[in-house]
């Protein structure tokens, strides 16, 4: 699968949590992660990338793990805040390929 598809995949995820959930701490920072994620696809769009790479495979594992948490949050509320850890570590793997998030600090 390639980054574009994995990065679809959990923001449909976790648009589906944020939907599940009623807590509005752990809603607001998923929809920062969400729209983190949205923002490093459209940054994704207009690069290459060495799927060869660890850092590579490492951005698409924990974007599998992150989609995979998300789920598991939406069908059990005490899930959430580890789908929220996982999510954080999937926006900074895949900011070592993207270099994203030293363009918006």
Do not use: W, Y
């Given at each position: ?53 660890q850092d590579f495979k490492d951005a698409t594992i924990a974007l ?42």
């Amino acid at each position: 699968m390639n980054l574009l598809s994995l990065l679809s995949e959990l923001i449909d995820a976790l648009d589906v949590l944020i939907r599940a959930i009623s807590d509005p701490l752990q809603q607001a920072q998923l929809v920062k992660l969400r729209e983190c994620f949205e923002a490093m696809s459209d940054s994704a769009v207009h690069q290459l990338f060495d799927t060869t790479s660890q850092d590579f495979k490492d951005a698409t594992i924990a974007l599998g793990s992150a989609t995979t948490a998300a789920k598991q949050g939406v069908s059990d509320v005490g899930k959430v805040a580890s789908a929220i850890n996982s999510a954080v570590t999937a926006a900074n793997a895949v900011d070592k390929i993207l270099g994203f998030l030293a363009h918006i600090a």
